[in-house]
């Protein structure tokens, strides 16, 4: 749903459905793309989105668009994550714990393809 947020009611200007099994990006990018292709009184200024756009083509089309994006940032992303620039690694690619100790293997697991 595209709508005006600089009126007092929020009147939608493009409420487009969308299949539930296609991820809220991809969705954003179809309307977005579509909504610039047939309304051309204005153009759109700002954009709020929530942590499911925190996504570099997310920022590379809007940017392209000169959208002003306003997106709570996903936590899960490796580059938002507190961590991950605090993390050492050894020169053989063992990750280090806080206290200097190289880490040990925990298995692997096989569903998301990722060592323990």
């Known amino acids: 749903m595209i ?43 700002k954009m709020l989105l929530d942590a499911a756009h925190d996504a570099d083509a997310i920022y590379h089309l809007l940017d392209h668009q000169n959208t002003e994006l306003f997106i709570y940032l996903n936590c899960r992303n490796k580059k938002n994550s507190k961590t991950s620039s605090d993390i050492q690694i050894s020169p053989k690619g063992i990750p280090i714990c806080p206290i200097g100790l190289k880490m040990k293997s925990n298995g692997h697991d096989h569903l998301r393809h990722r060592n323990k």
């Open 3 to 45: 709508s005006a947020s600089d009126s007092h009611y929020d009147l939608p200007l493009y409420p487009r459905l969308q299949p539930a099994s296609r991820h809220d990006a991809v969705s954003l990018v179809v309307s977005s793309v579509e909504f610039k292709q047939r309304f051309t009184l204005g153009t759109v200024d």
